[in-house]
């Protein structure tokens, strides 16, 4: 159940209102406000921006820190005037659908540093960021067509959005690469946070088929529900091994944390201000150390299902080689300052045969956050996705 809206605003001494720059040239603590839209203790993607937080707050001793969680989206403006006006100068809203009241809150407010999570709009005080998963749900698409085998992933999605749609899209390339007979089931529950809904689509997907799990939904439900048939899934956003040991094969995990204490250091530094966060876009993957594949922090693959990645084969350029070996091999690119490996190098179609990346091209930053096509292999109706 949803908290009240205010229910949860915890707001520590307040301060005079001043641009960021101001405060930290007068040598106070700069004051940080995190509008969320699930609980903190969700398990999912909002515990994990908390863990970011804490661990921000712990690293830099002039930061002041503070949260309101549970805000609905496209309800967050009356919050954002209250942290306003209580004296919050960078104020991070950490969910997609807040995005319109973020950028009007930035022209509201020319005084105070706004940073947008998940989105693409920006302004002169007005931010965006994002530790995307779409390599991690390679990497685990990788895993999940080697361990199938009716040959029906299931992805449990929430708001068929571009990041939702480039991680389904970077998951499916990932299932097919291993398994070029399997597809991806996926529904959608148009909630970021529902326990119940997201037991009933699992359920859904495990009776038509489907004998490995990913989960966007921010608890654990689908994980466990997919690990009470004995069955593997992965984390998400946290680790999730805890609810199911056994059948936790891997994940996409994130540091929110990387992002945080950079922004902040700058802005504390002066090197942000109010006039010039037009262009600031953080775009951080695993090269970056801002997102991680693994069933637990540091264990990229539970080793009770390592044999079976082992055992299972792939071929990659006319090679046959094992998903254990490959998936060392894709992450290790990936995680280099430079890779020379991206899953959404083309030539890709989506599911209707239309071109969307032509032999030897990347799909840009840019048209990853407004993606909207489907890939091959994919099941299931997508909202807005576009025809031939």
Known sequence: MKRPLLATLTLLSTTMTLAPTAQAQ?????KACFVYT????????????EQGRLITQKALPWLDSSTVESVPEGQAMPVLDKLVARGCQVIFTTSYGYMDDTLAAAKKYPNVIFAH????????NMATYMADFYQVFYVNGLIAGALTKTGKVGFLGTFPIPELKRHLDGFALGVRAANPKANVNVTWINSWFDPTKAREAAEALIS???????????????????????LPGFSHYNSMIKYAPDYTVSGQLVHWDKIYIDFLTKVHSGTYTTKNLQNVDYWWLLNK??????????????PKWTAQLKAATMTVNGKKMSVYDRV???LADMSKPTPTFDPFTGPIKDRNGVLRVPAGKTVSVADLNTLSWVVPGVVGQVADEPKK
């Open 26 to 30: 007068a040598g106070g603590k700069l």
């Open 38 to 49: 699930g609980p903190v203790g969700d398990g999912g993607w909002t515990y994990a921006h």
């Open 117 to 124: 999570n998940a989105g693409y709009k920006r302004a002169p």
């Open 208 to 230: 038509g088929g489907a004998d490995v799990l990913t989960s966007s939904e921010d608890s654990a439900t689908g994980l466990q529900t997919i690990a009470s048939k004995k």
């Open 289 to 302: 150390g801002a997102v991680e594949v693994g069933a637990d922090y540091g264990m990229v693959v539970n």
């Open 328 to 330: 060392t091999q894709v």
